[in-house]
């Protein structure tokens, strides 16, 4: 596979599978996309340096690779994990237990109050890490920082309910308690 035309045949012959593959383990069209090119951009460049026993089983375990580094990525990428997650509490949550609310205020009191003005106005107000910064008087770092440290605290000192009163907690910010 030095030449082009090699090249061009093997990517006429395996791309749709590979995209298949990628997408059903995926679920995004975007991300399939991307691996997909990924492994041929892959493949082009390191022509001259790798040695292919099978084409195929090459190709679909770079796209294994990828996909696992794509899942990965998203896993240890909280933001993105707790976002979907207080949307979907946001949209399906209509009443909470009295034990949980008191538990929630209970966390939201271990707060420093700066931390937790920061956190209501990026939750309640939906205001942007700039413009909590902007009107605080304060750096984007500083907001940045203000707020994952007051997610942090709020995970640690819910203990083993974490997940759940945290999303409850956002909920509430989001929803009731101003």
């Not at 990828?66 to 240890?76: G, I, S, W």
Request: glycine share 2%; with cysteine.
């Amino acid at each position: 596979m030095k030449d082009l035309k090699s090249f061009e045949y093997i990517y006429i012959q395996h791309w749709e599978k590979l995209y298949a593959f990628c997408f059903k383990m995926t679920g995004d069209e975007y991300v399939s996309q991307n691996i997909v090119q990924d492994i041929f951009t892959d493949l082009w460049d390191r022509r001259d340096k790798v040695q292919i026993l099978s084409i195929e089983h090459y190709l679909f375990r770079a796209a294994k690779n990828q996909v696992l580094k794509e899942y990965r990525k998203k896993r240890f990428d909280t933001v993105v994990i707790e976002e979907k997650f207080e949307n979907y509490l946001v949209e399906n949550t209509s009443s909470l237990e009295p034990e949980l609310l008191d538990k929630l205020y209970s966390l939201l009191e271990h707060l420093p109050e700066k931390r937790k003005e920061i956190l209501i106005m990026n939750k309640l107000e939906e205001m942007d890490i700039a413009q909590i910064a902007a009107t605080l008087n304060l750096s984007k770092q500083t907001v940045k920082n203000q707020l994952s440290s007051a997610l942090k605290q709020l995970r640690v000192h819910a203990g083993e309910t974490s997940l759940l009163i945290f999303a409850i907690g956002i909920y509430l910010v989001t929803h009731i308690m101003l």
